[in-house]
């Protein structure tokens, strides 16, 4: 299984930027999928998350009303719409996916259900 991650860089404080996770290397047909991150000094957190088969999503209470999550089944791909952004979301940004039918109704636990990690690709967010 393979997580291929892109869209990071640099953004300024309001701006936006939108993450790619394309997923590879597997057969199953529903699963969770979505996005950590960690920034320095600081424990990975969850950020988002979507199930594959009926799209339904989680945020962290800190993410929501500002990132998007989205999927493109048939391409087995994940994005992550970031607006608003803040100084704080500067962090590297880790796309997960947990094959697990059923996706938890929170972020809290969530990283220890995760079966597959991809790299990381850095977020910040600086004037």
């Known amino acids: 299984v393979q997580l291929q991650a892109s869209g990071g860089g640099l953004a300024q404080p309001g701006g936006s930027l939108r993450l790619s996770c394309a997923a590879s290397g597997f057969i199953f047909d529903d699963y969770c999928i979505g996005w950590f991150r960690q920034a320095p000094g600081k424990e990975r957190e969850g950020v988002s998350l979507i199930s594959s088969s009926d799209g339904s999503t989680v945020y962290a209470d800190d993410v929501k009303g500002r990132f998007t999550i989205s999927r493109d089944k048939a391409k087995n791909t994940v994005y992550l719409q970031m607006s608003s952004l803040k100084p704080e979301d500067t962090a590297v940004y880790y796309c997960?996916?947990?094959?697990?039918?059923?996706?938890?109704?929170?972020?809290?636990?969530?990283?220890?259900?995760?079966?597959?990690w991809g790299k990381g690709t850095q977020v910040t967010v600086s004037s």
């Open positions: 997960a996916l947990d094959i697990e039918r059923l996706c938890p109704k929170t972020m809290t636990g969530w990283y220890y259900a995760v079966d597959y």
